[in-house]
């Protein structure tokens, strides 16, 4: 596990910086016989985190490049290893022959992830705060990217650990009561026991709620754009993606396939998705379209009907909305307000469980935009609440933490359940253990050391 490792760090194609990185022992002995500085000092005996400036060679000695680079000594380092980061022009062939010279001074090729992966194994990184790594790099709108970030700082992790504290506490005090039954404690109080499991109880709770809104924040919430041609689906999601920064994710091999972005609305990412519509239709490509539509209402967290209101709504534009307002909660933009002979219709309400706001709006001129922007985040805001709480870094992004957190609510339940029912504290032993190893699986902990040692610490056990 502990050998040399070496990996270009930039992504691939032309750019002004490359950087390669090196962890393992043997990093700064290995990065010297590439690099050789221009001062008197040597790279591997240069002081920590100091650029030099020098020359980068072949294994040959041929030059390669000038550029820049540093050392870092274990155990400060990003991965806790001995490290070291080469700079050179941004040049494909000039990384590449530079990477080839580090493996020929003794390190072999990183798998993806080594580096972050040795940081956690070295205790650098919680489980966490290594998906936030990964998170910081994928994040594709702004709050995607603070999450990250703010997770990445160990927002996530403390408050894990507040949690992993308190079960540890509850775990230590029935361990002690246990284990060490003539010793001088406290006398064990079910009520005091039962709050402190409730208490953990919600904390819990509140931690997994943040799981859908948290996931949606690096997924997006998708909403599917649909209604007849010439409404203006494309020209509204043109204009959107004009009224901020959109990434387009997709770009249609036919007018009839569906497109995507990304783009942030009022504090929310959003994928928006713009249908061929859904027509029935001989034409298989149309009828390929039509599926891949009903596809996309299916899945969207939302959905947004757009109508030309310059013409009077039809049976078909009735239908769709109908069986938009089936599906999901519903926005239904009145387009092309810009144009004379415009009337904002009142249409019969199909019977539905799900929430209908009406907007008027011109894609082309962009009034109405606003309102547009309101009404998605707030029905954004409704479907994935933060359950009043500050949010930069501590939310659950993906399924491997709502599932650990899941696990660890399930357990806390079953003790207080069991707690309740009056069984003794030994049963309720195995799952407040469950909840504390789901819980050191999330962010890559140990569960017994902690509740020994949290046992002397407390009651000052056999002393
Ligand atoms: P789609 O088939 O629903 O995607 O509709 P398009 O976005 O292609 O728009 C159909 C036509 O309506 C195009 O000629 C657009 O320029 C026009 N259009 C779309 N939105 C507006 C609008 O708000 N005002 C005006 N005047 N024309 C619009």
């Not at 956690?120 to 910081?136: P, S, Y």
């Not at 919600?202 to 919430?221: F, N, S």
């Not at 010439?230 to 997709?250: C, E, M, P, W």
């Amino acid at each position: 596990m502990s050998d040399l490792i070496a990996a270009i760090a930039t992504p691939p194609g032309p750019g002004g910086v490359g950087i390669l990185r090196l962890s393992g022992p043997g990093a700064h002995r290995a990065a010297g016989q590439v690099f050789r500085p221009q001062g008197p000092l040597p790279l591997d005996r240069a002081p920590d985190r100091q650029l030099l400036y020098g020359t980068l060679h072949d294994p040959a000695g041929n030059l390669l490049d000038t550029g820049l680079a540093f050392i870092s000594r274990a155990p400060h380092s990003y991965t806790g290893e001995d490290t070291a980061e080469l700079q050179c022009h941004g040049a494909p062939v000039v990384l590449s022959l530079v990477l080839d010279a580090l493996y020929a001074a003794g390190a072999r090729p990183a798998r993806p992830g080594e580096f972050t992966q040795r940081a956690f194994l070295n205790g650098k990184l919680d489980l966490t705060q290594a998906e936030a790594v990964i998170d910081l790099i994928d994040a594709e709108t702004p709050s995607a990217a603070r999450q990250a970030a703010g997770q990445l700082a160990g927002a996530l992790s403390r408050r894990i650990d507040g949690i992993y504290q308190g079960l540890t506490d509850i775990m230590a005090h029935f361990c002690a009561v246990l284990d060490y039954p003539d010793e001088d404690i406290d006398p064990f109080r079910t009520q005091q026991l039962q709050e402190d499991l409730t208490a953990q109880r919600e904390a819990l709770a509140a931690l997994l709620a943040t799981g859908r809104r948290g996931q949606r924040l690096t997924k997006g919430v998708s909403c599917a754009l649909i209604g007849r041609p010439n409404a203006g689906k494309s020209s509204l999601l043109n204009a959107l993606a004009g009224y901020d920064r959109a990434i387009v994710t997709h770009i249609p091999g036919t007018t009839r396939d569906t497109i995507e972005v990304t783009v942030e609305l009022g504090g929310f990412p959003f994928r928006l998705v713009d249908t061929a519509g859904l027509r029935e239709s001989d034409d298989p490509i149309e009828q390929l379209g039509a599926q891949r539509s009903r596809q996309a209402m299916d899945q969207a967290d939302l959905l947004l009907v757009v109508w030309d209101g310059t013409r009077p709504p039809t049976g078909e534009d009735q239908d769709l909305l109908a069986q938009a307002l089936a599906r999901a909660d519903t926005i239904l933009a009145v387009n092309k307000a810009d144009l004379p002979g415009y009337t904002l219709s009142t249409l019969t309400r199909p019977d539905a469980p799900h929430t209908l706001t009406t907007v008027a709006l011109s894609a082309k001129t962009g009034q109405g935009l606003d309102r547009l922007e309101a009404a998605l985040s707030a029905l954004a805001e409704a479907a994935f609440p933060l359950t009043g709480q500050a949010a930069a870094g501590q939310l659950l992004t993906n399924q491997r933490q709502t599932d650990a957190v899941g696990r660890a609510l399930a357990a806390v339940d079953r003790a207080g359940q069991a707690l309740a029912a009056g069984v003794t504290p030994d049963a309720l032993l195995t799952d407040v253990e469950e909840a504390l190893a789901a819980l050191g699986e999330l962010t890559g902990r140990t569960v017994r050391e902690d509740i020994t040692q949290r046992i002397f610490e407390r009651f000052c056990v056999g002393k």
